[in-house]
């Protein structure tokens, strides 16, 4: 167990659908991070928020959306989904925010999203 | 824009034995840190060892350890005594030092298979 958590593991719904994924950051990081696997583009950078507020942003969708709460959980969102948006979806977590040293990420186990 | 380039989509080795695997980048920054991450069949992404781009000595972890050209911007993970446990799919990845956040970039990933 990273100490990642992340829900659900699986989720399978219909094109057009909205989904929230949901994940709680090991306890003491402050940073959350989104990441795409899909088969045909690899592991990509989503978003990531330090402590509320968003910090960087990478090749997100428009339909796509993301917040990180006061307890540091962070969800994503993701709405009008398409075939092309199934993929496994994951949220790593660190101490820092990326101004000094080597931060290093801690992944959750991912969610598997199958769109149909 | 940072990338990432390891060209061995797949490898094999024997158990016991010794693998290297290819990783090289391409970026503008001087200061970066590099890592190996490890992604077995369960899907959880693993952090196997990290290098700062600072550091001319290469990081070692246990059987883990890294080979790391800063001019010829190469850095490759070599696997000693080889164990079934070390099957997976391992990404390279990059991180750029500084105010931008801390997004890791991917490679395509080399998945690696240990025969008994």
């Known amino acids: 167990d990273s100490g990642v958590t992340q829900t659900p593991k699986h989720l399978i719904t219909a094109t057009g659908q909205r989904v929230t994924l949901r994940c709680s950051p090991r306890s003491g990081d402050l940073s959350v991070y989104w990441y795409q696997q899909s088969l045909d583009q690899g592991l990509q950078f989503l978003i990531q928020?330090?402590?509320?507020?968003?910090?960087a942003k990478g090749n997100i969708l428009e339909r796509f959306s993301a917040q990180q709460f006061p307890d540091l959980h962070s969800e994503l969102n993701l709405s009008s989904l398409e075939l092309g948006d199934s993929a496994l979806y994951f949220c790593?977590?660190?101490?820092?925010?990326?101004?000094?040293?080597?931060?290093?990420?801690?992944f959750g186990a991912g969610s598997r999203l199958t769109v149909l | 824009a940072q990338t990432v380039t390891q060209s061995q989509p797949e490898m094999s080795v024997q158990e016991a034995e010794t693998v290297t695997l290819s990783c090289t980048y391409d970026?503008?920054?001087?200061?970066?840190?590099l890592f190996w991450y490890k992604q077995p069949p369960s899907r959880q992404m693993i952090l196997v060892i990290r290098?700062?781009?600072?550091?001319?000595q290469n990081a070692t972890e246990n059987r883990f350890s890294v080979n790391f050209q800063k001019a010829a911007k190469s850095f490759s993970l070599k696997i000693s005594d080889s164990q079934l446990g070390d099957t997976a799919m391992y990404f390279c990845a990059f991180m750029k030092h500084g105010s931008s956040g801390s997004r890791l970039t991917f490679g395509e990933g080399t998945q690696l298979t240990v025969n008994p």
């Open positions: 290098q700062e781009a600072y550091k001319q």
């Open positions: 928020y330090y402590n509320g507020e968003e910090r």
């Open positions: 970026t503008s920054e001087s200061n970066y840190y």
């Open positions: 790593a977590s660190s101490v820092a925010n990326g101004l000094s040293g080597a931060n290093v990420l801690t």
